[in-house]
């Protein structure tokens, strides 16, 4: 969440987080080489949903100024917290040369390839992020019990993935003794889903291009919409096949058998007001299909489902909530059927896969835990990004306010840093973001309009050609007739010809 040089106690008391890409004095943000420059914070100030009705209670409102004020903001195509980075897709010097980010489905990837990915993943799972430090308190707490020591701690680069999507989600504290508030949601049930899902991706293929030292890497997606109940990438060279020993259990096979869990005390942090920390404690658990208690959530969803709601007009709809209808927005996230109709007992497309895996990947604040939702939320993005593509709105039609607590258009996304606002990762990824997805959507099916029209024009053109044809044939008869009469007429007259010479010739001997 934040820059490890700017949780110093001075830093967090000056507001300001403004680092040097070089670490020399007064070159805050790369400015005497033109990177970029410190900022005052924008904070989206319109009003938001009533779904949250508090204020000054959460460390989150208003992202980020609970902690600090002023920022890099970086040129041209700079990026990163100190402008010591390109923006993705860029590479070089001066952040100038292209390059192609492709992300493509991981059935379709060689075995070479699957394994690269895994082992990049479990790379994530145990190197320390190089830049970015998670806060294990409350900002109220967050100067430690002696006012001077900052309560941050290391995380690992995948760890930073999960525990910034806990935090997003996790219940405000109201006080010792009095219940967590679990009415806010910083990333799910609201139009911010699709944006903050992005740049959370975004950030984790940043993270490990930069690990990997391979601007080109790229995270892979799963494309979920297979029907069915089998869980195609559930195989020991991919994400792990079921254990043999256990239902609910990763295959040893697997190196994602020996990955730990961390988020998971969520009841000690509701109670106690901490927040979850870098601490790993159980496996992974996963039983796709499995939830007996639930069959509705024991099959994935359909192909139809991605092109019915790819075919909803409206980003969002009043109250931008997980009860819209007719929304794109909530038919993607799952809480409405994916032609747009709200019903509280549906679940389909991004939830229903959550919901499938039946574990750790469908519980909302462990659930990044499984790497599987790395590659649900690509395809999410995917669907997310053609959506984009075939409906071209401009960022007017993402609700400026009245959406639920860090879900207006202009709202920092929670917990991310430098500061990004949801209206920033509403735009076609292949032009803006430096990333593009090679994927074949399913063919939609004909409608009984577009039937009976192709079924008009194939009778006309078969009428035509039998027409055609039978003309030609009946051409070819006569032609055929008189040639055949020519011989008999030509044989005919010879015949009569010699008759008549004979006659001629006996007549004059007469
Ligand atoms: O991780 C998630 C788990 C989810 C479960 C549901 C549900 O609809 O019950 N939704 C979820 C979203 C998640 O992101």
Known sequence: QFPRECITPEGLRSGQCCPSPTGVARDECGSSTGRGQCVTIAADNRRHGPQYPYTERDDRERWPLRFFNRTCQCNGNF??????WCKHGLTGPNCDQRISVVRRNIMQMSTAEKQAFVNALDQAKRTVHPNLVICTRRYQEVFGPDGNTPQFENITIYNYFVWS?????????LGPGQASFGGVDFSHEGPGFVTWHRFHLLQLEKDMQDMLGDPTFALPYWNFAIGGSECDI???????????????????????????????????????????????????????????????????????DVLDCLELNAFDTPPYYSTSSESFRNSI??????????????????????????????????????????LLHTFTDAIFDEWLRRHQPGDIVYPEEDAPIGHNRRFNMVPFWPPVTNAEMFVPAPENLGYSYEVQWPARPLTLSEIITVAIVVAVVVVAALGGLIACAVRARSQGSAETLEPLLAETYRRYSEEDRRLDKSQSVV
């Open 79 to 84: 990026s990163g917290y100190n402008c010591g």
């Open 165 to 173: 999507h806990y935090y997003s989600v996790s219940k405000t504290y």
């Open 234 to 304: 559930c195989t020991d060279d991919l994400l792990g096949a079921r254990s043999t020993f256990d239902l609910n259990s990763i295959s040893t096979n697997s190196v994602f058998a020996q990955w730990r869990v961390i988020c998971e005390s969520v009841e000690d942090y509701d109670t106690l007001g901490t927040i979850c920390n870098s601490t790993e404690s159980s496996p992974i658990r996963r039983n796709p299909a499995g939830n007996v208690a639930r069959p509705m959530v024991q099959r994935l969803p359909e192909p139809q």
């Open 333 to 374: 996230e799952g809480y409405s059927a994916p032609q747009g109709m709200y019903d509280p007992v549906i679940r389909s497309l991004h939830n229903l896969a959550h919901l499938f895996l039946n574990g750790t990947g469908g519980q909302t604040h462990l659930s990044p835990n499984d790497p599987i939702f790395v």
